[in-house]
Nanobody, 119 residues
Framework: QVQLVESGGGLVQPGGSLKLACVASGNLFSVYGMAWYRQIPGKTRELVTCNTGNALTNYADSVKGRFRIYRDNARNTLYLEMNNLKPEDTAVYFC?????????????WGQGIQVTVSS
C-alpha cells in the first residue's frame, strides 16, 4: 500500500501563492498517474488536476492558468503550484496516486492538507 504525505498548506491572502508537495512511498513513482483533488465540507471531492505517467496533464477550468502540477520523479514527489489564489480555492487538498499510468479510477489517497485563502 502506497503512503502519500502532503505538505505546504496553510493560510494565504487572496492573490497569494502556495506550493503543495506530496511524497509517495514505494517504487515506480514515474509510471503512475498522479492527481490533486480538493474538498469543501459538505461537498463532493473534485479533481483539480492530474498528470499521467506519460506526462499528459489536465486541469479543472476553475484553476487553469493559475495552478501547475509537476513531479520530481527522482524524489518521488508531486507538486501543486498555486498562484493568484482566490477565497473559493479554500479547501482540503488531497494527493492521489492512480492504479495505472492514466488519470482514470480512484487509487490511493493522502491524508489531506488544509488551504485557506482569506484576508
Amino acid at each position: 500500500q502506497v503512503q502519500l504525505v502532503e505538505s505546504g498548506g496553510g493560510l494565504v491572502q487572496p492573490g497569494g501563492s502556495l506550493k503543495l508537495a506530496c511524497v509517495a512511498s514505494g517504487n515506480l513513482f514515474s509510471v503512475y498517474g498522479m492527481a490533486w483533488y480538493r474538498q469543501i465540507p459538505g461537498k463532493t471531492r473534485e479533481l483539480v488536476t492530474c498528470n499521467t505517467g506519460n506526462a499528459l496533464t489536465n486541469y479543472a477550468d476553475s484553476v487553469k492558468g493559475r495552478f501547475r502540477i509537476y513531479r520530481d520523479n527522482a524524489r518521488n514527489t508531486l507538486y501543486l503550484e498555486m498562484n493568484n489564489l482566490k477565497p473559493e480555492d479554500t479547501a482540503v487538498y488531497f494527493c492521489n496516486r492512480k492504479t495505472d499510468s492514466t488519470c482514470l479510477g480512484e487509487g490511493s489517497w493522502g491524508q489531506g492538507i488544509q488551504v485557506t485563502v482569506s484576508s
